[in-house]
């Protein structure tokens, strides 16, 4: 199947700082999602990013899909973005369309 | 717009017990996927339904079951527990079949095995 790794595995920010989070995929992708879940559990949607840039507030995404990697950045880094932010694609043509790869995740701990 | 909800949001059972955990779609997405999420771990592909049918599965054993019914909304269910079933458990619907389509989770089933 299709291997997803994120890196770095764990960031520790202090409050203001900027970050990048970054996903290799080893295959072509239909579907790439970043999302982000809090210490509660619940799993968020950032964003639906198969190829290009989109920006939402503080928080940016880029994907180059021909070279089979994408970009999340945060600036301005608040407390309130701790938690896990998780990578997840769709392999093109041949895997259904709902099963996700989800990468292992980078822990984020924003610090005041 | 109502989100995808889940219930019930805990759950204990005993190994050897049976669960049914239950999903209510996102307002106009007709398919669902469910997804395994054990502790320290991403989430694991389990199935997807579209039109009440089973349409793609994870590697899990056939006693991870579920159902849509025509109103989008879904069960999973697992008999016999083991242990190792102790996870959470995420429904995510989506808009229409399709890989472009993207996925909305609830909030998740928080299942222990004791």
């Known amino acids: 199947g299709i291997q997803v790794e994120q890196s770095p595995p764990d960031l520790i920010l202090q409050e203001g700082a900027n970050s990048t989070l970054r996903c290799n995929f080893s295959d072509s992708v239909n579907n790439l999602q970043w999302f982000h879940q809090n210490p509660w559990g619940q799993l968020i949607n950032l964003f639906y990013i198969p190829s290009g840039t989109k920006q939402n507030g503080r928080l940016s995404a880029t994907t180059v899909a021909t070279e089979r990697y994408s970009l999340l950045y945060i600036s301005s880094s608040q407390t309130t973005d701790s938690g896990v932010y998780f990578c997840?694609?769709?392999?093109?043509?041949?895997?259904?369309?709902?099963?996700?790869?989800f990468g292992a995740g980078t822990q984020v701990v924003v610090t005041p | 717009e109502t989100g995808v909800t889940q219930s019930p949001t805990h759950l204990i059972k005993t190994r050897g017990q049976q669960v049914t955990l239950r999903c209510s779609s996102q307002?106009?997405?007709?398919?669902v996927s469910w997804y395994q999420q054990a502790l320290g771990q991403g989430p694991q592909f389990i199935f997807q339904?579209?039109?009440?049918?089973?349409?793609g599965r994870g590697n899990f054993p056939p006693r991870f079951s579920g159902l849509q019914f025509p109103n989008y909304s879904s069960e999973l269910n697992v008999n016999a527990l083991e242990l190792d079933d102790s996870a959470l458990y995420l429904c995510a619907s989506s808009f229409r079949r399709g890989s472009d389509s993207p996925l909305h989770f609830g909030n998740g089933t928080r299942l222990t095995v004791t």
């Open positions: 307002s106009g997405h007709n398919t």
């Open positions: 997840a694609v769709v392999r093109s043509e041949t895997d259904s369309w709902g099963k996700l790869q």
């Open positions: 339904y579209y039109r009440e049918e089973e349409n």
